[in-house]
């Protein structure tokens, strides 16, 4: 079975940095897209990066470029997603998805949530 498991939230002071691991099991990682959400107390889930060997790298807060980046490593089947800069408002439990070949606002598959806190 298709199996995601996010993690690497934890509380960090407002200007600092987090980094998330999102690891795939289950699948061909290379055929699938992973992307991370998040949802903020209060808010709707959002969508943050996604990534995609067929479509690359694709955007869907304009809030968090320059602050976030998604990388993947195949050989140990992880999505990173590097936060830095951190603020109050990213504060929120992060989640990473996957779907079949290309980037989904509503991928098929998805993880347990891993809390980031940020403090003032």
């Known amino acids: 079975d298709v199996q995601l498991q996010a993690s690497g939230g934890g509380l960090v002071q407002a200007g600092g940095s987090l980094r998330l691991s999102c690891a795939a099991s289950g699948f061909i990682f290379d055929d699938y897209s992973i992307a991370w959400y998040r949802q903020a107390p209060g808010k709707e889930r959002e969508g943050i990066l996604c990534i995609s060997s067929r479509e690359g790298i694709t955007y869907y807060s304009d809030s968090v470029k320059g602050r976030f980046a998604i990388s993947s490593d195949s050989s140990k089947n992880t999505v990173y997603l590097q936060m830095n800069r951190l603020t109050t408002e990213d504060t929120a439990i992060y989640y990473c998805?996957?779907?079949?070949?290309?980037?989904?606002?509503?991928?098929?598959?998805w993880g347990q949530g891993t809390l980031v806190t940020v403090s003032s």
């Open positions: 998805g996957a779907e079949h070949n290309y980037c989904s606002s509503h991928p098929g598959y």
